[in-house]
């Protein structure tokens, strides 16, 4: 993807180097919106404090989970984004439409990873209940947002360690 990943310098020592060269995609779903924003945000002020910039964060949102897949592909395919992190948070209800949601965007995210060789992190909650999903949104849990960004920058040096 873009070209100036092979210039980067990754901090030895660290474990989570500097990678503000990289440009970063987030793709998030609208649906539990109070948990996803959540998310996002903790996904971009995990990478700023990595020294990521604005200009290297594409953010767009798609309306829910199972619409991850195919706008995290589109993001790959029209920009020059190194990694994308997808957000999504999918709440057991009681159709299976839960099972569905939550195997396909698995299965979608995993085959993104295939297709394109790079990082597509599944920062997809599937969570019991309302409280299990605002615990891991920057509650008690933490923010599953700020791992999945972490999840990307390491999935990125793993990369370069490769080259
Ligand atoms: C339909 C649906 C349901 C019931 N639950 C969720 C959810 O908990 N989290 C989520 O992200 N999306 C949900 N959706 C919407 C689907 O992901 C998808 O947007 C619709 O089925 C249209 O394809």
Do not use: Y
């Amino acid at each position: 993807m873009s070209s100036v990943k092979n210039n980067l310098s990754v901090v030895k020592g660290s474990s989570v180097p500097d990678v503000s060269q990289f440009i970063f995609g987030i793709v998030w779903a609208e649906w539990n919106t109070e948990i996803t924003v959540a998310m996002r945000d903790g996904a971009i002020k995990t990478l700023k404090a990595h020294g990521v910039t604005d200009d290297n964060i594409i953010v767009r949102s798609v309306p829910g989970s199972f619409e991850l897949t195919l706008g995290a592909q589109w993001m790959a395919e029209a920009t020059e984004v190194d990694a994308v992190i997808c957000i999504g948070c999918v709440i057991q209800g009681e159709t299976k439409h839960f099972d569905f949601i939550c195997s396909a965007v698995a299965n979608g995210i995993t085959e993104l990873n295939i297709e394109f060789s790079m990082p597509f992190i599944f920062g997809v909650l599937t969570t019991n209940d309302q409280q299990q999903a605002i615990d891991r949104a920057g509650g008690k849990h933490g923010n599953k947002g700020d791992e999945a960004a972490i999840t990307a920058i390491k999935m990125l040096a793993l990369e370069q360690s490769f080259e």
